[in-house]
């Protein structure tokens, strides 16, 4: 049999699989993967400035193309930088790939100070990964990397590390050890299924819904059939948001408020929650009560956890949807019901419009809604301006806001939209972060600028770290070391060669954005604005 090297069956099989752009930084323990690289046309490597930047970068893209997201860092500290990008993807269902490399194999736990050398490295991961590979001969490297980038896809997605030492990556692998595996059939449809649905059409108002695992799914047509069949009314996770166009008579919005999508939550006695996990964070911590349950997961890992489920549908989300659909194709909801959710969407309109006038978050919102198309995507930091986007923003399409909800970590967005705008060049990518936030991987310019990639980031400017800001004058009365010192960030932008420019009002917001989209360039947008408070507490 030929032989090829450890690095070169790497990069076969993600090429393989369908890989067509990586994000990392080279390394004196990586550059076996890097040479490979150098000579393969078919994979564009995207040269990141820190590894959590890169990391983000996997994730974006992960999540705006629905497939595999690479990102290849180091042993040791290049592998440590990447945990908040991992533990992001972990808690948003990302299919995120790390390819690590450590020390050489015979030095692996001997604790002799090899350069890097982090004892049980791999364990970094193994509460923030689908699974962790870690190769320790030449024969592990075919089958474990090919089963990583099925792991990450399979299911419910979510992040893999591989994680190979870098002397394998130079040793010879002979080839053909395993044979690429067709997907498995899918699985038959779970018990439970027929009692879902006897629930559904008995019920006198069901309610659905539904969260970042319906987006990966792909399951929004299916959702909206069963929405329309039972006239049930639809709320989302922040992740879930555009699932169904929110202007659609049927769309409630962001499951968290409170007001009038409260009311209609709680008058429903029948709830299909599909592609949510139902976390503390997202549910249960609002205060949303959900009546007899039923709950449609990839796994059992959170069915039960924070809310009882009457029926628990678990297995396969894309089949149980397309089932219900079809099952339910033929139902009518009553006179009675579609006239209920009429007036109740009018009452949430009644509502919506009451916030328009008593907050300014909104007309800055509008602004952004406006500026971006209604396919476009708003990739949002964790920053008040955000923190009112996932209640308030209009998404029209699956995914149209990308928010770094799932750990909740700051200095996401810009490297995020990188990823996001990688993956579909043609689609409108703005993205929405904080001054704090902003300063954690500003250098990410320097990787749009050197790539070629555009897409206006608008950065939150209230010199402070706002939400700690607020909760310490809502807990103790006072703030300590939130307010924040800024460089020019117009000038910053203009040394790597960005666009920029400052805006201070809605219109002039709005305008930047639209400017910038039709440019095809990378802008940094300033908006000096101070958003005292976020919405948790009001709404």
């Not at 970068?57 to 440590?80: E, F, W």
């Not at 169904?244 to 919005?253: N, R, S």
């Not at 209230?462 to 807990?475: E, K, P, T």
């Not at 440019?519 to 005292?532: C, H, N, T, Y």
Request: charged residues 20%; hydrophobic residues 45%; glycine residues 10%.
């Amino acid at each position: 049999m030929a032989e090829q090297t450890g690095a070169e069956a790497i990069v076969n099989i993600i090429k393989e699989a369908g890989v067509r752009t990586v994000f990392g930084i080279p390394s004196i323990h990586n550059i076996a993967l890097y040479d490979v690289l150098r000579s393969e046309p078919a994979i564009r490597h995207i040269l990141c400035r820190q590894e959590a930047s890169a990391t983000h970068m996997a994730d974006g893209y992960a999540r705006q193309k629905n497939h595999l997201g690479v990102v290849i860092a180091s042993t040791g500290p290049g592998t440590c930088y990447t945990t908040p990008g991992i533990l992001e993807a972990w808690c948003s269902c990302s299919p995120v790939l790390l390819i690590t490399t450590n020390i050489p194999l015979n030095k692996i736990g001997r604790g002799q100070g090899a350069l890097h050398e982090l004892n049980d490295q791999a364990s970094l991961f193994r509460n923030m990964t689908k699974a962790v590979f870690e190769v320790r001969s030449s024969a592990d490297i075919e089958p474990m990397t090919r089963e990583a980038t099925r792991t990450a896809l399979s299911g419910c997605p979510g992040p893999v590390c591989l994680e190979v030492p870098t002397d394998l990556l130079r040793g010879p692998v002979p080839k053909g050890l395993e044979k690429a595996v067709e997907p498995a059939p899918a699985s038959a449809l779970p018990p439970g299924m027929e009692d879902a649905l006897s629930r559904l059409r008995k019920a006198k108002q069901p309610l659905i819904i539904a969260g970042q695992g319906a987006v990966r799914a792909g399951i929004s047509a299916e959702i909206l059939s069963i929405a329309e069949s039972l006239g049930a009314p639809v709320i989302t996770a922040t992740n879930g948001k555009g699932l169904i166009p929110e202007d659609h008579p049927l769309a409630f919005g962001f499951a968290g408020r409170r007001g009038v999508v409260r009311e209609v939550v709680g008058a429903c006695d029948m709830v299909l929650a599909i592609g949510t996990r139902l976390r503390e964070a997202d549910a249960k911590r609002r205060g949303l009560v959900l009546n007899d349950l039923i709950h449609v997961d990839w796994d059992e890992r959170w069915i039960g956890k924070n809310y009882p489920a009457a029926v628990a549908l678990v297995g396969d989300v894309v089949a149980i949807a397309q089932h219900m659909a079809g099952e339910l194709a033929g139902e009518t909801p009553s006179e009675a019901r579609r006239s209920w959710v009429a007036d109740a969407r009018k009452t949430l309109a009644a509502e919506l419009e009451d916030v328009r006038k008593d907050r300014k978050e909104m007309a800055y919102l509008e602004a952004i809604r406006n500026a971006i198309p209604g396919d476009g995507v708003l990739v949002a930091d964790n920053t008040q301006l955000a923190y009112w986007a996932e209640y308030f923003y209009n998404s029209q399409c699956p995914g149209g806001l990308a928010a770094a909800r799932g750990s909740a970590v700051i200095g996401y967005a810009l490297a995020a939209a990188v990823g996001a705008k990688l993956a579909d060049p043609k689609r409108a990518i703005v993205a929405l972060i904080g001054d704090g936030g902003f300063l954690y991987g500003a250098q990410e310019l320097a990787t749009a600028v050197r790539h070629g990639i555009g897409f206006p980031v608008v950065v939150v400017n209230d010199n402070a770290f706002g939400i700690i800001a607020h909760l310490q004058r809502s807990y103790y009365g006072n703030e300590h070391e939130s307010r924040l010192i800024n460089p020019d960030f117009v000038a910053l932008a203009h040394s790597f060669n960005v666009n920029g420019l400052r805006v201070d009002t809605p219109p002039m917001l709005e305008a930047a954005i639209q400017r910038a989209l039709g440019s095809q360039g990378m802008w940094v947008i300033e908006l000096e604005a101070d958003f005292p408070e976020p919405p948790f507490g009001l709404y």
